[in-house]
Structure formats: C-alpha cells, structure tokens
C-alpha cells in the first residue's frame, strides 16, 4: 500500500475538451502490478486506461 501512496497524477484537459485526463508518473514494477491487478494500466502518454470487456 505505501508503494501506490506515492504514485504521483495530474489532472489535465485538452483544448476544447471538458473532460480531463488523469495523467500519471510512470509506475513502478510493483505499482503497475497492482494497477493490473485491478484492471488498470498506464499508457504511453501517462493516462490511466481500464481494461475493456
């Protein structure tokens, strides 16, 4: 739990968007697990994506 205490995220909106964007720091191993876990992942670009289906 203290690992994913410090996963550090910033709100960001597009222009012409009215919806943000939670972007993240790029998670560590173990933080990334648990993101998984919970089907979860952080893209490329540092946003939080769920997993479909």
Do not use: C, W
């Amino acid at each position: 739990m203290n690992d994913m205490r410090h996963l550090h995220y910033v709100l960001s909106v597009k222009k012409g968007s009215r919806t943000p964007e939670r972007r993240l720091e790029t998670p560590s191993k173990t933080q990334a697990e648990v993101l998984s876990t919970f089907g979860y992942h952080v893209d490329a670009s540092g946003v939080l994506q769920g997993s479909i289906g």
